[in-house]
């Protein structure tokens, strides 16, 4: 049990590092273009990290089942922040999406928090009502109703790719504690339907998930960016052409410090790199949940299996979309990508992991003390 949480810390201070690293390989030149700071982006992701570090020791220090008193009261104000987001003058507007809250040179990304909120107040519920799990009422529509409510916010910025992400992990969570399958699969394929959907009747949309289907003949309009993070890959090879020499960042690849950080890391490490830090977050993945099943109750499983699917299925979809296995979705690569907002969340729920495995300690050597006690006693 110690080495999983050990290892868990191990492996995100190596993806921390290897991010930090990666970021002003990918960065420096575009930084100085446009900044005239080559360190610009790497100073403000090193200030998030700082206040990921200390959001990552807050979450481990204060016992868990704490959170299941302010759980709903923060998914509201989660709710109120992505409710602000949409009003004009208030969120920021940055490439056609309401997604920020500005305040000097911080951007908060609400989405974020609405992201882990969701995840802790699942769980609580979930928790709570296992006994009606079973039932329609407080087993189903109740979670299914708020979880709707935070998607319908998320969608409307509009954020495509945190919508399926969440949606994803909530459906896959509320399956976990035993929710009725057919309550979930209609509503699974209804809500998949009306997501292809709306993905048809938007033009940017519906040009993305042509790309998809025909990335080469789409290579210079909508699957421009795809196609140039497989030339990234490509030109990587098995070792990579070494770090700092990568091609693709020369503002070939757009954005490539964000959502498509991975192929840079394919081009300069080469396929060793990318295997290596796919291997990473499957480890980090199964410390969270060797943990979440080691949990001393209902409540702490449930969060840690939430965690463990929310990194993990956001690595899956960052990386099938930069490797053209998934259609283009705006989302960050965990603890490697520029991104305060999604860093400081991440780093906090690693926190609520090692919270979730000291307390089973803690209980564990409860019990052990009082065995000790009880056999002192007998002898």
């Not at 407080?138 to 509009?158: N, Q, T």
């Amino acid at each position: 049990m110690n080495k999983a949480a050990i290892t868990l810390l191990v492996i995100m201070l190596m993806l921390l590092t290897i991010g930090v690293v990666m970021l002003f390989s990918t960065s420096a030149l575009y930084a100085k273009d446009r900044y005239g700071d080559q360190h610009y982006l790497l100073k403000r992701q090193l200030a998030w990290m700082l206040v990921g570090g200390v959001g990552c020791v807050t979450a481990a220090s204060v016992p868990y089942p704490k959170l299941r008193g302010v759980c709903t009261g923060v998914l509201i104000v989660a709710a109120v922040m992505l409710a602000l987001v949409l009003i004009p003058h208030v969120g920021l507007k940055v490439g056609g999406a309401r997604r920020w809250l500005g305040l000097g040179w911080m951007r908060f990304q609400p989405s974020e928090l609405g992201k882990l909120a969701l995840i802790v107040w699942l769980a609580h519920w979930l928790a709570k009502e296992k006994r009606r799990l079973n039932k329609f009422g407080r087993g189903f529509a109740v979670p299914v109703g708020v979880v709707g409510c935070v998607l319908a916010l998320v969608l409307l910025e509009p954020d495509f790719g945190s919508t399926a992400l969440l949606a994803s992990v909530s459906f896959a969570l509320m399956f976990i504690a035993g929710v009725r399958l057919r309550f979930l699969v209609p509503t699974i394929f209804t809500g998949a339907g009306g997501f292809v959907a709306l993905m048809i009747h938007n033009p940017e949309r519906s040009r993305r998930l042509m790309a998809f289907l025909d990335l080469e003949k789409y290579k210079q309009g909508a699957g421009y960016q795809v196609w140039q993070a497989i030339l990234a890959f490509g030109s990587g090879g098995f070792n990579g052409l070494g770090l700092g020499n990568s091609r693709q960042k020369m503002f070939y690849l757009p954005e490539a410090h964000t959502d498509f950080i991975f192929p840079i890391v394919g081009e300069e490490l080469g396929l060793v790199g990318t295997l290596g830090i796919l291997l990473a977050f499957a480890l980090l993945v199964a410390c969270a949940v060797i943990i979440a099943l080691r949990a001393s109750d209902l409540f702490g499983q449930y969060l840690g299996m939430g965690i463990a699917l929310l990194i993990a299925m956001q690595a899956l979809i960052n990386v099938g979309v930069v490797t053209a296995w998934l259609p283009t979705k705006g989302l960050p690569l965990p603890f490697i990508s520029f991104g305060g907002s999604n860093l400081v969340l991440n780093m906090v729920a690693v926190g609520l992991l090692l919270n979730i495995f000291r307390h089973c300690t803690i209980e564990t050597e409860s019990e052990d003390q009082e065995f000790f006690a009880r056999r002192s006693a007998l002898s």
